[in-house]
């Protein structure tokens, strides 16, 4: 089993950035190249979509179209975490932001990953 937690949401303007944070404890296998972790949002009233995902090496990462560019997925192997920079927030970003983990590949589906977070709120005021 994989547990995760997210942390860093909270409510900021439109322009401005935040870091989200998700730590992994449990059964990693962090030093695998196939094991992935992830970033899905769901906003009120939405399905849940995919944000951006990084394997645990580095070598890998993919993003929404529309978060290119904007946010960055990165991890920190001696913390076991795995974070997401979140720059030029706009209002349509507002979501409820979950952590995800992987044993494949970086994914773009969610029924790929069967280890969720609990999520934490991200709220960009205009």
């Known amino acids: 089993q994989v547990q995760l937690v997210e942390s860093g949401g909270g409510l900021v303007q439109v322009g401005d950035s935040l870091r989200l944070s998700c730590a992994a404890s449990?059964?990693?296998?962090?030093?695998?190249?196939?094991?992935?972790m992830g970033w899905f949002r769901q906003a009120p009233g939405k399905e849940r979509e995919f944000v951006a995902a990084i394997n645990w090496s580095g070598s890998s990462t993919i993003y929404a179209d529309s978060v290119k560019g904007r946010f960055t997925i990165s991890r920190d192997k001696g913390k076991n975490t795995a974070s997401l920079q979140m720059n030029s927030l706009k209002v349509e970003d507002t979501a409820v932001y979950h952590c995800?983990?992987?044993?494949?590949?970086?994914?773009?589906?969610?029924?790929?990953?069967?280890?969720w977070g609990q999520g934490t709120q991200v709220t960009v005021s205009s």
């Open positions: 995800a983990a992987s044993m494949t590949a970086p994914t773009y589906y969610n029924i790929h990953y069967p280890y």
């Open positions: 449990g059964r990693t296998f962090t030093g695998s190249s196939s094991f992935t």
